[in-house]
């Protein structure tokens, strides 16, 4: 015998009548209504492919995208996944660690106060004080509530995550929307730009959008419509306008205030995977925003070139300043 669903009527944020369904091997933990199993907007969450989000972007991105919204007396939640997102999940069966879809996005009002637990090795996590953390007693996988938690206290932390559908794509919009309004960085014309930007302007979101940013859209747009390029901040604030967190495909290169440009990679591959690892190993930056590499083995220096130029469209200038390395 086993229950098959659960309906509730009247209950604190369940004054609509709401069903709940128990699926085959799904674990529902139970804990006061409105204060319970939440984590702070910036919590990092690892999705199936090996990605981190942040729960609460992939909470507004779920709610943004919803056609049926459920309104919580403090909050709101929505039971679509129409893009099927997955995130890591401990199996309490087999206590191991699987993929699993998620059954429901919720926002809520935060408690009175957030608890912050560390672990020894460093890991953090902020949550409401009712968060379930599993650990082990007798044998057998028990839940703690995070305000009983003490130091010397073991808790269930993967050693690593099993990521079987491990992705290698660049996230460019979360890239591109840290340029700031100075950064003297831009999106070069293009007619595909223009056309982009004619399709926005018929958009009632632009409309609405200029009236709330009106400095930045309105000198965007005007700029592209006479040829120039736009500068990555005021890109964005275009895409947002739009309601749009896709960065087109058209924006291909990233330039300079004057002609240089460096090809956008839109995936990690060897070549770019090389060439970070180079700049992590014996490289810097400096004030002057160049990127340099010391090396004196003449093999590696001219993979670090190739690669430079196989990622990034770039062709590296290689300088004798020393005997005995190469700049």
């Known amino acids: 015998m086993y229950f098959k669903k659960l309906e509730i009527v009247g209950f604190k944020s369940f004054c609509d009548k709401t069903t709940l369904y128990f699926e085959p091997g799904v674990t529902a933990v139970v804990g006061p209504n409105g204060c319970g199993k939440c984590l702070h907007y910036d919590s990092l969450i690892t999705l199936e492919n090996g990605s981190k989000v942040k729960i609460g972007d992939l909470v507004e991105n779920a709610l943004q995208r919803s056609s049926r ?30 993929n699993r879809p998620v059954y429901a996005f919720i926002k809520r009002k935060a408690p009175e106060y957030l608890l912050e637990i560390r672990t020894k090795s460093g890991k953090s996590v902020t949550t409401t004080h009712y968060h379930p953390f599993f650990s082990i007693k007798n044998g057998q996988v028990i839940d703690l509530k995070a305000e009983d938690l003490k130091t010397g206290i073991r808790i269930a932390v993967p050693r690593r995550l099993p990521v ?7 996230d460019l919009w979360q890239i591109l929307r840290k340029f700031d309004k100075n950064d003297p960085v831009y999106v070069p014309f293009s007619r595909e730009l223009s056309d982009f930007i004619s399709q926005i302007k018929m958009s009632d979101l632009y409309a609405a959008a200029i009236s709330n940013n009106a400095a930045v859209c309105k000198t965007a747009v005007s700029s592209i419509q006479s040829g120039q390029s736009i500068s990555i901040h005021n890109f964005v604030e275009l895409l947002k306008a739009a309601g749009t967190t896709e960065i087109p495909d058209f924006v291909t290169h990233i330039k300079s205030r004057s002609c240089g440009q460096v090809r956008l990679p839109r ?60 700049d």
Do not use: H, P
């Open 164 to 170: 079987t559908n491990a992705s290698s794509g660049l």
């Open 267 to 326: 995936r990690i591959d060897r070549y770019t995977s090389r060439f970070l690892g180079y700049i992590l190993s014996e490289g810097r930056t400096n004030s002057s925003n160049q990127v340099w590499f010391v090396n004196e083995d003449k093999k590696i220096v001219a993979d670090y070139v190739a690669c430079a130029r196989k990622a990034f469209d770039v062709e590296a200038k290689v300088f004798d300043y020393k005997e005995c390395a190469k």
């Open 69 to 98: 919204i459920e309104n919580l007396d403090d909050g709101l939640m929505t039971s679509e996944n129409g893009d099927n997102v997955k995130v890591l999940s401990l199996n309490l069966e087999s206590l191991k660690i699987e």
